[in-house]
C-alpha cells in the first residue's frame, strides 16, 4: 500500500493584531525526508510512521506546516498551503490514503473552518473511496464539515497533550482494516453550547475534564464495534460557530450507535458546565499571597498572555506588580521583547542597563514597565523542556536575564510558552532556589511545575487570553454559550 503523509498545526487567537502570513507559513514547512526524519518524534505524524513502518506501506511525505499560534491566518497563506498540499498529491500519483497531523483551530481572514476547507479540497482530488485519517489536538474546534470530509478523526486524550504517538499508530490500525475491507469507519459528532476557558480543560485528577474523558473512555470500551470517542475541550480564542467542546464518536458501520455515544458525552458536559467556572486571583491578591507564603516555589501563571494562545507575550502586569510590592527572590518567565535585548546585548554582561519592557505589541496586555539591572546571561534561547507533554526543542530567540535586584526578568526575543523547569534551568536560573516563578501558560504549568511548586494561582491579568470570556469580542460565536451567557 502507499500512503502519504502530511500535517497542517496552526492555532488561532482571532482576537491579537498581527496576522500569520506566508513568509512563516514558509518557514515553518517541512518537507520531504526532512518531514521525515521530523516524524521520529513525539508527533502523531511519528506514530502514524511507525505503523506504516510495521505494515511495510510505501510512503509518501507531502508536507508539515507548523506555524505555531498567532493571528488569523492571511488569505494567502491558507490558499497557498492548500494548493501545494494539491500540487503535491498530483505529482505522487496513485495513493492508498492519506494520513495528516491537523490542529483543529486554523482560521484565516476569509474563512473559519480552515481544516474543513483543506479536507473539502483533498477529497475532491482523491475521490469519496480513499481514506483519509487526521489526529486532533485537543483544544480542536471541530465542525460538522471536518467530520464529514474526513473518513475519521481522532483526538488525542490528554491535557496536557502526551498521547499524539498512541493517537497516530491507532490511524495506522484503522486505515488497514480499511484497506482489508474489515474496518468502515462511521462518525457522529455533537457539541453542546459550552466553550469554556482553557483553564479548566486541564485533565486531572478533581478536573471536570478528567471526569468527562472517563465518561467518554468508559462508552466506547462498552461496544466493540466502537472504533474511537473524542471529547476535545476547544480553543476559545478563536471566534468561530463552533468554538468550543465537541465529541465525535467513530463507530464500524454503526451509525445510530455513534450518534447515541456522542449525545450521550455531549449530555455529560452540558450537565458539568457549571464545574467550568475559572477560578482566577487578582494580580495585587495573588502577588502578595506569593509574597506571604512562607516556602516557595509559587508559581504564578499569567493565562491571559500565554505563549499558548497566540499573544504577543510581552503583557507586564505581574512584573509591574511584583515591583510595586517589593518583591524578592522572583523570576519574570518571561517578556518577549526583542528590542529590548538587542539593548541588553548591546550593553553586554555584567553591565547596568536602564531598559523600558513589554507592553509594546497592543494596548490589551499592560503598559511598558521601566527596570534598571544587571545583564547576567546572554543565551541563544534553544532549549529542550524536561516534559513528557510538549516535548522538544523550544527556540525563543536570543535572551537575557536581567538582575534587578531582588527580581529577575527574563527577556526573549519571542513569545514563548513557559510551564516548565528547563526554561529556567537553561538561564542558569535553579526554580526551586526561587521564592516566585512567573508562567505565561494557560493550564501546562500545573503539570509542569507540579513536583517543585508549593502553591500555584492562576493570575487575572489582562490580555486577549483572558479565561474572563465576558471581556473578549466575540462576533461569531454561536449564541446562547456558556459561560457568556447565563443558561
Known amino acids: ?33 526532512v518531514l521525515l526524519k521530523a516524524g521520529r518524534g513525539e508527533s502523531a ?9 510495521e505494515r511495510n506501506w510505501d510512503v509518501v511525505p507531502l508536507q508539515f506546516v507548523v506555524p505555531g499560534v498567532g493571528g488569523k491566518i492571511t488569505k494567502e497563506a491558507h490558499e497557498t498551503t492548500k494548493e501545494t498540499f494539491l500540487s503535491l498529491l498530483r505529482k505522487a500519483g496513485r495513493v492508498d490514503g492519506v494520513f495528516l497531523q491537523l490542529h483543529g483551530t486554523a482560521a484565516a481572514e476569509h474563512i473559519d473552518d480552515c481544516e474543513g476547507d483543506f479536507l473539502v479540497a483533498l477529497r475532491g482530488l482523491l475521490g469519496e473511496q480513499i481514506p483519509i485519517i487526521a489526529s486532533l489536538d485537543g483544544h480542536a474546534n471541530v465542525t460538522p464539515l471536518m467530520v464529514k470530509q474526513a473518513s475519521m478523526l481522532i483526538g488525542v486524550k490528554t491535557n496536557p497533550h502526551y498521547d499524539f ?56 470500551a462498552r461496544h466493540a464495534r466502537v472504533l474511537d470517542v473524542s471529547l476535545l475541550g476547544g480553543f476559545f480564542p478563536s471566534d468561530i460557530p463552533e468554538t468550543g467542546i465537541s465529541v465525535v464518536a467513530t463507530t464500524n458501520k454503526e451509525p445510530n450507535l455513534a450518534r447515541d455515544i456522542a449525545e450521550q458525552v455531549k449530555e455529560a458536559c452540558w ?72 539593548e541588553a546585548i548591546k550593553a553586554g554582561v555584567g553591565k547596568q542597563v536602564t531598559l523600558t519592557i513589554g507592553g509594546k505589541v497592543d494596548k490589551f496586555h499592560g503598559d511598558p514597565v521601566q527596570v534598571s539591572g544587571r545583564v547576567r546571561v546572554i543565551h541563544d534561547g534553544v532549549y529542550t523542556a524536561a516534559t513528557a ?19 529577575e526578568v527574563i527577556l526573549t526575543s519571542r513569545p514563548t510558552l513557559v510551564f516548565e523547569v528547563n526554561h529556567f534551568r537553561s538561564l542558569g536560573i535553579e526554580p526551586t532556589e526561587r521564592k516566585i516563578l512567573t508562567a505565561k501558560s494557560e493550564l501546562q504549568h500545573r503539570a509542569g511545575f507540579a513536583g517543585i511548586a508549593s502553591k500555584i494561582i492562576d493570575v487575572d491579568t489582562p490580555g486577549l487570553a483572558t479565561q474572563i470570556l465576558t471581556r473578549l469580542p466575540f462576533q461569531k460565536i454561536r449564541r446562547p454559550v456558556f459561560p457568556l451567557d447565563d443558561i
Not at 505524524?45 to 513502518?53: K, M
Request: net charge negative.
Open 389 to 407: 507533554f510538549n516535548a522538544g526543542t523550544y527556540r525563543r530567540g536570543v535572551t537575557v536575564v536581567l538582575d534587578c535586584g531582588g527580581i
Open 271 to 342: 450537565a458539568k458546565r457549571h464545574a467550568f467556572h475559572t477560578d482566577m486571583v487578582s494580580v495585587e491578591d495573588a502577588v502578595r499571597e506569593a509574597i506571604e507564603t512562607e516556602k516557595g516555589p509559587v508559581v504564578l501563571g499569567d493565562l491571559a498572555d500565554s505563549g499558548g494562545a497566540g499573544t504577543p507575550g510581552d503583557g507586564t502586569a505581574l512584573l509591574a506588580e511584583l515591583l510595586r510590592q517589593n518583591a524578592k527572590g522572583a523570576v519574570i518567565g518571561n517578556i518577549a521583547d526583542s528590542a529590548a535585548v538587542q
Open 1 to 33: 500500500m502507499r500512503v502519504a503523509v502530511g500535517g497542517y498545526l496552526a492555532a488561532v487567537n482571532s482576537f491579537v493584531t498581527h496576522r500569520m502570513d506566508l513568509d512563516l507559513f514558509q518557514r515553518a514547512t517541512l518537507a520531504g525526508e
Open 165 to 220: 504517538v498512541p493517537v497516530g499508530q491507532q490511524a495506522a490500525r484503522v486505515m488497514a482494516g480499511m484497506f482489508d475491507g474489515s474496518i468502515t469507519p462511521t462518525s457522529a459528532w455533537a457539541q453542546p453550547a459550552m466553550a469554556p476557558a482553557l483553564q479548566k480543560l486541564y485533565i486531572a485528577s478533581g478536573w471536570p475534564m478528567e471526569h468527562l474523558m472517563r465518561v467518554a473512555q468508559n462508552l466506547a
Open 45 to 53: 505524524i511519528s506514530g502514524f510512521l511507525d505503523g506504516a513502518r
